[in-house]
């Protein structure tokens, strides 16, 4: 279907027609989108609508087994010509991901400076004393006590692991930052907390910013908005105008229940 | 808190060697054949009932088996393991004479298998559906199906009398100086059978969990995130290891089993050897010596693993598990 969402033409990543399969079924459908550059496009939709889907085909990750139709272009650069590598050399250098379930995202025997050092410095190709001066001052500013990095993740809570996540994000000053339901496992005194961090790092780095969520609280913070149901865009456009006048029944049912 | 968990572990391991050493105490009492007859092998017959009511007074053989396994068990409590009429020596001697040639054959076993299955299976499970993946599986099943007697004896016919390589028994040349290098020389057969015997089930073990960690939710974050394989292939590995050292624990008595096959076979004297010797023999304290001892070494080995699982794994060392 026909997306709007940008008319001024600079986005970053535009999807054109993509369709993925798996086993002869199919995940998503159809799916066409631009992400306007340096704003929050938040995708929202019920479980198995095909959210997380549509994010590794943009990573490109999908299941081995998966094919994939249709286009994706990273600024005007189709990701379905690129080799593996080169899709891992983008994850690495232009992106950063989220993702929901914060305590499981660590390995359990290595200490989060570790972790945090491999998601970020080690990445970049720099050495660990310039990356602890930085982390910590990231830390700090995202209210976690300084001694999280002599800690395992299960000594920490799943608030605080994701906010070692958004730390990672802060660190990395990616391009784009994708973040798939980031605060659904999280209480609702964390999931505010890190909604405020999430407009505190866009404000500050201007990263793109794809938000994945099925709440529409979480989608407020939002520019631009895609709402999905059974692996297709259903709906999509400014966050405000959908708020107002929602057009899909689904999208309707979904505003209604909301306020 | 230490002292507190190492005497639990002591008292523990106490506890298994009285069970194991009531039961094998027992079971060699059931068995048919009477030591002291035994003792005068093929005389035995000749022997009238008087004299045979007098030698087994000798040896204790008349009274009730809880009261001799209480005079055994007493006496080992204090250090004493008896005497072997059969050897005419103390059986503390006798144990401690075959107790390295043991400890050698287990721990190169062990040294051998656990680096090799932790190389193979850290190879095969990272590709997945790789030929060396589905090869090293196959592997697996067919030398955990293979008895280690025959293989020992097909060994023994293609080095030994066929090619004239290696020698198929003892330990040292009668010629040689009995270094280092000879000895290990007659190694290499019994080595190579104990090894061949295990590395493929635990290799199969290290690529199963392996294969589990690399789907694990952790490993996708860090692919999703560009980290990249070789500190992947780290984490993997730290996790990977911690189940598989637990069960190389499980199976560490079954390494003592093996050795008895092999020492037999290859006449390795060592406790296996003895083990099975004294059977034959119906020499019951040094059977009961040579089991006790074999004990003590499992359950030291299992507390070393427990130990190693304690450092592995920070949630047994920071959970206050310890
Ligand atoms: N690895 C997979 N194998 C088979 N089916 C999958 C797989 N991943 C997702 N699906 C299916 O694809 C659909 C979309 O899933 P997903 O993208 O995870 O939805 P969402 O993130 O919106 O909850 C669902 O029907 C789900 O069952
Ligand atoms: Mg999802």
Redesign the interface.
């Known amino acids: 279907m026909e997306v709007l969402s940008n008319k001024g033409g600079d986005h970053i990543f535009k999807i054109e027609n993509v369709a993925v399969h798996l086993n002869g079924k199919y995940l998503i459908h159809d799916v066409s989108f631009t992400v306007p550059k340096g704003q929050i496009t938040a995708v929202i939709g019920e479980s198995g609508s095909g959210k997380s889907t549509t994010l590794s085909a943009l990573?490109g990750?999908l299941p081995a087994q998966a094919v994939m139709e249709g286009s994706i272009l990273f600024n005007e650069r189709n990701l379905m010509e690129l080799s593996e590598q080169e899709r891992?050399?983008l994850?690495?250098?232009h992106?950063?991901?989220i993702?929901q379930?914060a305590t499981?995202?660590?390995?359990?025997?290595?200490k989060i400076k570790q972790q945090l050092y491999?998601?970020t410095a080690?990445?970049l190709g720099q050495k660990e004393e310039a990356f602890l001066g930085k982390i910590t001052a990231i830390l700090k500013d995202l209210n976690l006590p300084e001694d999280v990095l002599n800690r395992?993740p299960?000594?920490l809570s799943g608030g605080m692991l994701q906010r070692c996540m958004l730390a990672?994000a802060f660190y990395n000053e990616p391009d784009v930052l994708m973040a798939d339901e980031p605060t659904s496992a999280l209480d609702m005194l964390h999931q505010q907390e890190f909604i405020k961090l999430l407009k505190n790092l866009h404000a500050r780095l201007g990263a793109t910013i794809i938000l994945i969520t099925h709440d529409l609280g979480v989608a407020a913070i939002a520019d631009s908005m895609i709402v999905m149901k059974n692996g297709e865009i259903v709906e999509a456009g400014q966050v405000a105008e959908i708020f107002k006048e929602p057009k899909h029944p689904y999208t309707k049912r979904l505003v209604a229940n909301h306020f | 808190m230490i002292a507190k968990w190492l005497g639990k572990r002591v008292i523990m391991g106490t506890i298994v060697l009285i069970i194991v050493s009531f039961l094998s105490f027992f079971m060699m009492h059931a068995a048919p054949g009477n030591p002291a007859t035994a003792y005068y092998g093929g005389n035995a017959q000749t022997l009238t009932t008087g004299e045979k009511e007098r030698i087994e007074q000798a040896f204790g053989l008349d009274k009730p088996v809880l009261f001799q396994y209480g005079t055994w068990l007493g006496e080992a409590l204090q250090g004493n393991l008896g005497y072997s009429a059969k050897e005419g020596r103390p059986v503390s001697t006798i144990l401690l004479e075959r107790l390295p040639n043991t400890l050698q054959l287990i721990v190169l076993t062990l040294f051998l298998v656990t680096i090799t299955s932790i190389w193979l299976g850290l190879q095969a499970g990272m590709k997945e559906g790789s030929l060396l993946d589905r090869g090293l599986s196959i592997f697996s099943i067919a030398s955990s199906a293979i008895p280690p007697f025959w293989l020992g004896i097909l060994f023994i016919m293609v080095f030994s009398i066929t090619l004239g390589w290696l020698p198929s028994s003892g330990m040292n040349d009668v010629r040689g100086d009995g270094g280092l290098v000879d000895r290990l020389y007659h190694m290499v057969l019994p080595l190579t059978v104990l090894v061949i015997s295990h590395v493929g089930i635990f290799a199969r073990f290290l690529q199963d969990s392996v294969k589990v960690e690399n789907h694990?939710?952790?490993v996708?974050?860090?692919?999703?995130?560009?980290?990249?394989e070789r500190?992947i292939r780290s984490?993997i590995l730290?996790?990977a290891v911690?189940p598989y050292i637990n069960y190389v624990g499980v199976t560490i008595p079954s390494f003592f089993g093996g050795s008895i096959v092999v020492e037999t076979l290859f006449s390795w004297s060592g406790l296996g050897q003895l083990l099975v010797k004294s059977v034959m023999v119906k020499d019951f304290p040094v059977l009961m010596g040579a089991i006790l001892i074999i004990g003590v070494v499992v359950v030291i080995c299992l507390f070393i693993i427990d130990v190693l699982m304690i450092c592995?794994?920070?949630?047994l060392r920071?959970?206050g598990f310890v």
Do not use: H, W
């Open positions: 990573l990750m891992a050399g994850r690495k250098k992106f950063f991901t993702f379930d499981n995202s660590f390995s359990p025997t290595l491999r998601l080690s990445r395992y299960f000594e990672c | 694990s939710y952790y996708q974050v860090a692919r999703a995130n560009g980290v990249s500190e984490m730290r996790n911690i592995l794994n920070p949630r920071r959970g």
